[in-house]
């Protein structure tokens, strides 16, 4: 009878059993112990090479979840970028019409309302474009609390005209 372990685990014994005809020597006694030795350093072996897989699964899953941060950092850099693009020509565009509005000494009232219909258009993409940013700035690591209503709120606002349209109230 011989242990099988290793440093740090006990797997168990190796027993081997003879027929009447067979004596036990010192020759199998080492033998059994070689067999034993041997035995337990593949037992070894297989538990560092489970440890192995173990930890490149754990690190395969980290991989994928970098990965997924950084394309989510990216689009929000590119969002914030887009957004600080669109603000320069809204406020040109509302400047432009408020002119307008000041130069027509009387303008009808189709022509008033068609005004203010595209102030009010413009006054919209301002607002969207600040929840964008708002949006973008919020990935930078820390967490805040959220208040779930107002979250509801926002994107009710923000989809209300596009669900409008294809007939949703």
Not at 6 to 21: K, M, P, Q, V
Not at 115 to 123: N, P, R, T, W
Not at 132 to 157: C, N
Request: aromatic residues 4%.
């Amino acid at each position: 009878i011989c242990n099988l372990r290793s440093e740090s685990n006990h797997y168990g014994i190796l027993a081997l059993g003879f027929t009447e005809s067979q004596r036990w020597n010192p020759a199998l006694a080492d033998l059994c112990q070689i067999l034993a030795e041997q035995i337990s350093v593949v037992m070894h072996n297989v538990e560092l090479f489970t440890e192995i897989a173990k930890v490149r699964r754990e690190l395969e899953k980290r991989h994928l979840q970098l990965m997924h941060s950084n394309r989510v950092a990216a689009i929000g850099e590119l969002a914030a970028g887009v957004a600080h693009e669109l603000n320069s020509p809204l406020a040109a565009t509302s400047l432009a019409i408020e002119s307008v509005q000041c130069m027509l000494s009387s303008p009808s009232k189709g022509v008033e309302a068609l005004l203010e219909q595209a102030l009010q258009g413009i006054e919209r993409s301002k607002i969207i474009v600040q929840r964008v940013l708002s949006q973008s700035a919020m990935g930078k690591g820390e967490q805040t609390p959220l208040d779930l209503k107002v979250q509801i709120e926002e994107t009710a606002r923000f989809l209300g005209p596009q669900l409008e349209r294809r007939g949703y109230k």
